[in-house]
């Protein structure tokens, strides 16, 4: 069983930066996507970024894209999420997934694994 353990979370003023981190328990690490995901009460899970096992590939959700930046350290086994210029619509449950392969995806259905998730607050 894979755990994944989110870190980083936190209430922040609007225009602010958070970094979440996520610390993977089972090795090998490197041969695995890894991507957020996050749900704001009352709507849907959506996504948030993914990157490839390398990290040479990431993508984005439209609604971070140039605000959000997703990286890795294999020799950690941590996926890290950088986030800037948060507003509140970025208030929401943020959770680490690992997906069944390499490459990136938007889809819920290639991530295999699941951390508990972190509350990330955007108030004034």
């Known amino acids: 069983q894979v755990q994944l353990v989110e870190s980083g979370g936190g209430l922040v003023q609007p225009g602010g930066s958070l970094r979440l981190s996520c610390e993977s328990s089972r090795r090998p690490f490197t041969r695995y996507a890894m991507g957020w995901f996050r749900q704001a009460p009352g709507k849907e899970r959506e996504f948030v970024a993914s990157?490839?096992?390398?990290?040479?590939?990431?993508e984005y959700g439209d609604s971070v894209m140039g605000r959000f930046a997703i990286s890795r350290d294999n020799a950690k086994s941590t996926v890290y999420l950088q986030m800037n210029s948060l507003n509140p619509e970025d208030t929401a449950i943020y959770y680490c997934?690992?997906?069944?392969?390499?490459?990136?995806?938007?889809?819920?259905?290639?991530?295999?694994?699941w951390g508990q998730g972190i509350q990330v607050t955007v108030s004034s």
């Open positions: 990157i490839s096992w390398s990290g040479a590939v990431s």
């Open positions: 997934v690992r997906s069944r392969f390499s490459s990136t995806s938007q889809s819920e259905n290639q991530y295999e694994y």
